[in-house]
């Protein structure tokens, strides 16, 4: 089975705090993704990346980067903790296009979230 | 700009009715879609898919319908139980070399199945 870990399930910190949440994947993905989570929005894309030191920004990039140095782990960095920024936080893997099938392709596994409160 | 959209933001039904979860979205270049359930404390598990060569596609009690020409797709679990509470998630891709399997999910629907 996929296997995909967060390194913490919840968190709480203070506004302006540098905060780091790492996943890890066993299947050797080429791809992983963050999303946010929010009542309301659904998961929204902050980062993904295709491959090592690779990432592309999603469609809520703003006050987030990222880090992939090896492929099986990509972190999450908030330069500065905000309150809008408390929110779940998804990880989520997957093939890339020629590691699997067209449907492997596409489907996303997730790990159990972050609960990131800012206070 | 919400490209995909789930109107319905929960859904109450009774135990071994059918439950109906509905999705709209707005981008042609979509052409494969995904439906995802969330847990309460757990992450999303995929569910079913549907490729657009498609309009119909079945796993046990969950099917999914896809209507090109409308851009809706649905989701029907017959019957329901109550494990099937849970939130259900939408979400739809555009294949293609430069997409890496990029998903746009919607916003949502809770579906509560009563005993």
């Known amino acids: 089975d996929v296997k995909v870990t967060q390194s913490s399930r919840y968190l709480v910190k203070r506004t302006g705090e540098k905060v780091f949440l790492e996943c890890v994947q066993d299947?050797?993905?080429?791809?992983m993704f963050w999303y946010r989570q929010d009542p309301g929005l659904g998961l929204r894309l902050i980062y993904f990346?295709?491959?090592?030191?690779?990432?592309e920004k999603g469609d809520i990039p703003e006050g987030y980067s990222v880090s992939r140095e090896k492929k099986e782990r990509f972190s999450l960095i908030l330069e500065s903790a905000s309150t809008n920024q408390t929110s779940m936080y998804l990880c989520?893997?997957?093939?890339?296009?020629?590691?699997?099938?067209?449907?492997?392709?596409?489907?996303?596994?997730f790990g159990p979230g972050t609960r990131l409160t800012v206070l | 700009d919400q490209q995909v959209k789930q109107n319905s933001p929960s859904l109450s039904v009774q135990e071994g009715r059918i439950s109906i979860l509905n999705c709209d979205y707005t981008?042609?270049?979509?052409?494969?879609f995904l439906w995802y359930k969330k847990y309460p404390a757990e992450g999303p598990t995929f569910l079913i898919s549907?490729?657009?060569?498609?309009d119909k596609n079945e796993d046990g009690r969950f099917t999914v319908f896809l209507n090109k020409s409308a851009k809706h797709l649905s989701l029907h679990i017959v019957p329901s139980q109550p494990g099937d509470s849970a939130v259900y998630f939408c979400?739809?891709?555009?294949?293609?070399?430069?997409?890496?399997?990029?998903?746009?999910f919607g916003q949502g629907t809770i579906l509560t199945v009563h005993p």
């Open positions: 989520a893997s997957s093939f890339h296009l020629g590691q699997g099938d067209w449907s492997s392709y596409n489907e996303q596994f």
């Open positions: 299947m050797d993905h080429e791809n």
């Open positions: 990346s295709y491959d090592v030191k690779m990432k």
């Open positions: 981008n042609s270049m979509f052409d494969y």
């Open positions: 549907i490729s657009s060569i498609k």
């Open positions: 979400a739809a891709s555009a294949l293609g070399g430069t997409s890496y399997g990029k998903l746009t």
